[in-house]
């Protein structure tokens, strides 16, 4: 399935492209269904981690990212959320194992113009791929169901909003800390990164993930974000 962008987006060039995977058996997929695309080995760069990625961002122009979620020394999201800061006009593509919730929301919050499985075979990531260069957004079918469902069932349970539109008052206050690593949140960081971020422990980091799920009656991020905003705590 793929989800068209509006026509003042700018239509993509799958030449040169920017692999950033680990896994050298999905990195010769990637590289034969690139070149099905017209992308021989000169136009395709490599790396196997974040440092490698964000190395080569720098040195080099790229048309595309093609970006997987577990990497060696981090996750993708957090090299998407990079690229959005340093190379906003390289747009990057996940194509990943993972299909949570959580890792989904944040990867396409982080900047992510597509998310692809890599349980789809050649030909098909090869088309949703190639629909890019028309300015499309690809999306894994079993992703835009998640995606749609989600949304259903926020339509179904709306939340309750008071009369003259204020924000809903919280029960619990967030302490500052909180709030803080509520932000960092919703820019999709993982729970280490936000530890180097405030300069505190992973294991601290994850207790106050939980208070914070405790006060917003939540469980998991995409909910905790989405309360958050309800309750006016994110811009």
Known sequence: MTISQSETVETVSLSRSLVVEDDPAMCE???????TLGNDGPQIAWADSIATAKELLDAQSFGIAL?????????GVELIGWMQARHPKVPAVVISAFRTEEVIFAALRAGAIGYLLKERDDLELGVALRSIEQGGSP??????RHILGWLAAQRVSPPAVPAANA??????ALTPRERKILELVAQGLS?????????????TVECHTKNIYRKLAVGSRTEAVYQARRHGLLN
């Open 67 to 75: 970006v997987d979620i577990g990497l060696p020394d981090g996750s």
């Open 167 to 172: 924000p809903a008052a919280l029960p619990v």
């Open 191 to 203: 729970n280490r990164n936000m530890a180097e971020s405030l300069s505190i422990s992973r294991l």
């Open 139 to 144: 999306i894994d079918p079993a992703i835009a």
């Open 29 to 35: 997929r990637l590289g034969h269904v690139l070149n």
